[in-house]
């Protein structure tokens, strides 16, 4: 079986609860690849709830002592 | 002949047995992915078979709609009424919370409105007004939302773009927003990497405030669509535009470009890498399902794969608009195709005997033919024997990984 498809590391949401970035499975679940498997050179990207997987395209040299990324906080804005 | 009066009580016993028999029928299905409640069957699991979609009994053929997103729904009535149910994670259903409902449940935000028209992408919602508001919730992440941010909304707001602007329509890809105004013209916002919302500055890998799409020649936009990245539009001639990720081929296109002239197109569906098209009668697949793809789409019909759309040598575009290559899909015989929809990875048909075909991607169960098998031609879809025998028609919608379908009443369309 071949990847479903293939996403660039950009294009993948960090998620801090899963503690892995993520991008749209097709069954309505997530693609996810943790930064310990990106930090090891892992380039499949799996989905818990069915048999698809993803090739994640990505620099290996960015993760090799990758910390967590700071989630952009989206606030509510202030109304004056 | 003898006919009998009835007696009074006997008359209010029939009458309440046929009101029994009415509540007893099912007039709304649902099966596939269900995992976070989008099933709204009231439950939280996968379901193989078409399972009774619990709409309350005052929506009963007034149901005119459903927009299915990545793993919620919208459902819109035919008086302007809205109701949402599925995975609430980023406040697409509008309730104000970000809870997961199993059940189709009123948006009482914007029940002020009449609503005419309603989209879900893979975490977003909009709502639009007959007076031509266009209100939005969910995610923002990639600026879908047109708010001007990419926060997140759980109650609905109204897109400031368009106050003074008529939206007529709206379509939602996984992470991009399309509007058709009354004027003609196509906005997009949201995710701009693969050229889904037109033409953008280099590195721009979204716009959160809505941006008009230009590119289309003269002509009079009847209906748009959206899903994964990929972004199309039909004219009242029936000509098809499409833009954003390849169906075909690698190379994407920031500029609505017309395919299949020689098609007069009346109805389109997009899944995330096929799209089907509707033409006189004759139902075509464009791309192909991607989970196949070392297992080419082999169709049992043998019908020759049709370029419709001759290379020309001053083409410097890709493949996937001016190559592409239509494969019919083999039909019932004696029925005609009324109605078409696309997940994800599966699609959807309805005849004029409001016979329900599947097939596709069939993992979760979307197919509805009871098992989790893939196929590469259209299967009937058994609804049981609970459906109102006077159900004259049927409308099928999909959402990523599940299928819709609900009877509509003889007056509405």
């Given at each position: 079986m071949s990847a479903y498809d293939e996403v660039e590391i950009e294009d993948m949401e960090w998620n801090?609860?899963?503690?892995?970035?993520?991008?749209?499975?097709?069954?309505?679940?997530?693609?996810?690849?943790?930064?310990a498997d990106l930090r090891l050179g892992e380039e499949i990207a799996r989905c818990p709830s069915c048999s698809l997987f993803l090739t994640v395209v990505y620099n290996a040299e960015d993760f090799a002592d990758a910390k967590e990324p700071q989630k952009p906080s989206p606030r509510p804005v202030a109304v004056a | 002949m003898e006919k009998?009066?009835?007696?009074?009580?006997a008359a209010a016993a029939a009458a309440a047995k046929e009101e029994q028999e009415e509540e007893d029928t099912v007039w709304a299905w649902s099966w596939g992915a269900g995992t976070d409640?989008?099933?709204?069957?009231?439950?939280?699991?996968?379901?193989?078979?078409?399972?009774?979609l619990l709409f309350p009994p005052r929506c009963r053929g007034r149901v005119s709609f459903v927009a299915g997103g990545g793993a919620h729904a919208i459902a819109l009535t035919s008086d302007g009424e809205v109701f949402t149910w599925g995975?609430?994670?980023?406040?697409?259903?509008?309730?104000?919370?970000?809870?997961?409902?199993?059940?189709?449940?009123?948006?009482?935000?914007?029940?002020?409105?009449?609503?005419?028209?309603?989209?879900?992408?893979?975490?977003?919602?909009?709502?639009?007004t007959d007076s031509g508001q266009l209100f939005m919730c969910g995610d923002g992440s990639f600026g879908q939302l047109g708010a001007g941010d990419n926060h997140p909304r759980n109650l609905p707001f109204e897109v400031a773009h368009f106050t003074t602007k008529h939206v007529e329509k709206l379509a939602f890809g996984m992470r991009h927003?399309?509007?058709?105004?009354?004027?003609?013209?196509?906005?997009?916002?949201?995710?701009?990497?693969?050229?889904?919302i037109g033409r953008c500055a280099r590195n721009q890998r979204f716009y959160n405030v809505p941006?008009?799409?230009?590119?289309?020649?003269?002509?009079?936009?009847?209906?748009?669509?959206?899903?994964?990245?990929?972004?199309?539009?039909?004219?009242?001639?029936?000509?098809?535009?499409?833009?954003?990720?390849?169906?075909?081929g690698e190379h994407d296109d920031d500029q609505p470009r017309p395919v299949f002239p020689s098609l007069s197109i009346s109805q389109m569906a997009l899944g995330w890498h096929h799209a089907l098209v509707l033409s006189a009668?004759?139902?075509?697949?464009?791309?192909?399902?991607?989970?196949?793809?070392?297992?080419?789409?082999?169709?049992p019909s043998a019908d020759p794969v049709q370029q419709l759309n001759p290379p020309t040598t001053n083409h410097n575009h890709d493949e996937s608009s001016s190559l592409s290559t239509l494969v019919k899909v083999p039909c019932v015989d004696g029925e005609q195709v009324v109605h078409i929809a696309a997940g994800t990875e599966h699609s959807a048909l309805v005849t004029d005997k409001a016979t329900v075909f599947t097939?596709?991607?069939?993992?979760?169960?979307?197919?509805?033919?009871?098992?989790?098998?893939d196929k590469v031609a259209p299967q009937k879809v058994n609804l049981g024997n609970k459906r109102p025998c006077s159900s004259a028609s049927c409308n099928v919608y999909c959402g990523s990984g599940f299928t819709v379908v609900v009877n509509f009443g003889s007056a509405a369309n």
């Open positions: 801090a609860e899963l503690g892995a970035y993520t991008y749209p499975c097709p069954c309505g679940d997530l693609f996810q690849i943790t930064l | 009998a009066t009835i007696p009074a009580a409640g989008q099933l709204g069957n009231g439950g939280f699991q996968d379901h193989h078979l078409p399972q009774p995975r609430g994670t980023h406040g697409q259903l509008g309730h104000g919370d970000v809870e997961n409902i199993p059940h189709p449940k009123f948006v009482k935000f914007i029940e002020n409105y009449t609503i005419t028209c309603v989209s879900a992408g893979w975490n977003h919602s909009g709502f639009a927003s399309l509007v058709l105004l009354k004027d003609n013209s196509v906005y997009g916002f949201g995710s701009a990497r693969r050229g889904q941006r008009l799409i230009d590119g289309f020649p003269n002509c009079n936009i009847e209906n748009i669509y959206a899903n994964g990245d990929h972004s199309a539009a039909l004219d009242e001639s029936g000509q098809l535009y499409i833009w954003g990720r390849a169906l075909i009668g004759k139902l075509y697949t464009i791309g192909a399902y991607r989970h196949q793809k070392l297992d080419p789409l082999v169709l097939w596709g991607w069939g993992e979760h169960g979307q197919l509805g033919l009871g098992d989790t098998c």
